[in-house]
């Protein structure tokens, strides 16, 4: 079946270092991937898509690569701060219906 | 200008009861979706509407959830006979296209007693 996977133990970061999260898939064909930011009691916010093509992708302190072979995602906040503290959520697009599959989310925490 | 917007944003209701949540989304948004989530749980896909397409409701969960849009707008998602594990947050989204960026609202915590 397929299937997304997002580490569900919280990760804790010291403040300035970078965040790593993973998002692994099995089963599918994605067209692309997306990460989102998730606070308490609101929607997910959208911060970068990656296609299948692409291996690497920028915005600012964020970084997100794509591994088809591996089937995963890295997504990389660099010199993080405790505002970064929020739930990421990986959501996959497939080529068949481009209707995305969402992970269940990782807790990130940075600590000052 | 305004984001997407949902009403109301908590309800509470009785078990047995039907419920109306809903969603306006970006103006000019085509693509609307409806997902529900649980606590510590990912977005589970409920139904999804594209122009004037008829829409994808393969994730309704059974045929007490229903929605409808008016006008390629304003949505309307309806829960009847409402149970106690309908009880998450229903989180509606808008896109431009159904290959963009979704938008998402805050969301609507419904809790059956």
């Known amino acids: 079946s397929q299937k997304i996977e997002q580490n569900s133990e919280a990760l804790n970061i010291q403040e300035g270092k970078t965040a790593t999260l993973t998002c692994n898939y099995t089963?599918?064909?994605?067209?692309?991937l997306q990460w989102y930011r998730q606070d308490p009691g609101r929607g997910p916010v959208f911060l970068l898509l990656?296609?299948?093509n692409e291996k690497e992708k920028r915005k600012e302190r964020l970084k997100v690569t794509f591994d088809t072979t591996l089937k995963q995602s890295l997504f990389h906040i660099t010199a993080s701060q405790p505002a970064d503290s929020a739930t990421y959520l990986c959501a996959l697009a497939s080529r068949s219906n481009y209707q995305l599959i969402w992970g269940a989310g990782t807790k990130l925490i940075i600590k000052p | 200008g305004a984001g997407v917007s949902q009403s109301p944003s908590n309800k509470v209701t009785e078990k047995g009861k039907d419920v109306e949540l809903r969603c306006d989304p970006i103006s000019g948004h085509t693509a609307l979706y409806w997902y529900r989530q649980s606590l510590g749980q990912g977005l589970e896909f409920l139904i999804y509407f594209q122009g004037n397409s008829a829409p994808d409701k393969s994730g309704l969960p059974s045929d007490r959830f229903s929605a409808e849009r008016t006008g390629g707008s304003v949505s309307t998602l309806t829960i009847q006979r409402t149970q106690q594990e309908d009880s998450a947050v229903y989180l509606c989204?808008?896109?431009?296209?159904?290959?963009?960026?979704?938008?998402f609202g805050p969301g609507t915590r419904l809790t059956v007693l």
């Open positions: 989204a808008s896109s431009l296209l159904d290959t963009d960026t979704q938008y």
């Open positions: 089963n599918y064909s994605p067209a692309y």
């Open positions: 990656i296609r299948e």
